[in-house]
């Protein structure tokens, strides 16, 4: 018995020893141990230039490769009061701000923001660069709240003068209808297709596209339906939004902001 007990804690001893040489291993070689906890690892834009595209559960994001304030992360909701509809943000290459034109705000290319009477900037995620490939970032979970800076001269403009509005858009076959996303219960973050509209006991329901007095449709949770503002119609066209337990939650408008001409 002795010697088994006096082997089992050499086997130990040995186990421990390898586990330490492989951590003392890859502190030497700059070899980072996997984080728990990222969210996606993304191009990084040329200078100057942004790119909407989204985190790996579909959740729409900016990449800024900014001259003067680097690159960044920036989540692509506005700030909306809360309760409200949350709005997705555009990117003017030409001014170099994002705007969110219905709530009348516009940010820096950090998030800051610079017009408007929301409560602080956007939300920015934390990256860091890809040891192997410098033009891409990785992504982390931890999330920065930007707050303001300098005002700009005045409000965002519905057009983008001189270019066009860097915006999120879904690829063909993509969109769901709000009733069939909830049956099938699509995961992560998804674009949808319909109406915003208040029932009559209060309940908040994203129609179907074309569907006469909301007969389909899914109900919406997180949102008021006191802040649509006067009659119970909000508004329609193309949303991204989750399905939990059988309603559409996180849903956030996407606007049809006018083309420079």
Do not use: K
């Not at 029932?199 to 006469?212: F, I, Q, Y």
């Amino acid at each position: 018995m002795r010697d088994l007990g006096r082997r089992l804690l050499i086997g130990l001893a040995v186990v421990a020893a390898i586990a330490t040489a492989v951590g003392y291993a890859f502190i030497a070689g700059g070899i980072a141990a996997p984080v728990r906890g990222d969210r996606a690892t993304l191009d990084v834009p040329a200078s100057g230039t942004a790119e909407a595209t989204i985190l790996d559960d579909g959740q729409p994001v900016f990449v800024v490769n900014d001259p003067d304030r680097g690159v960044w992360v920036i989540d692509a909701q506005g700030r909306q009061p809360s309760g409200a509809l949350p709005v997705l943000v555009a990117w003017c290459p030409t001014a170099r701000i994002f705007a969110d034109p219905a709530a009348g705000t516009a940010y820096a290319p950090d998030g800051e923001l610079r017009w408007g009477d929301a409560e602080g900037g956007l939300l920015a995620y934390a990256t860091r660069a890809e040891r192997d490939d410098p033009s891409r970032v990785i992504v982390g979970s931890d999330i920065t709240v930007q707050g303001a800076g300098p005002q700009t001269d005045g409000p965002p403009e519905t057009t983008c003068s001189g270019s066009s509005w860097v915006v999120h858009e879904p690829t063909p076959g993509e969109v769901f209808d709000p009733s069939v996303a909830v049956r099938e219960e699509a995961p992560g973050w998804i674009w949808l297709d319909g109406s915003l509209q208040a029932t009559e006991d209060g309940e908040l329901r994203l129609c179907d596209s074309g569907a006469a007095a909301c007969v389909t449709g899914a109900e919406v949770g997180g949102i008021d339906p006191a802040t649509l503002g006067s009659g119970a119609q909000g508004p329609e066209g193309l949303f991204v939004g989750r399905v939990r337990d059988d309603a559409i939650e996180g849903l956030m408008f996407v606007p049809d902001l006018e083309e420079a001409p």
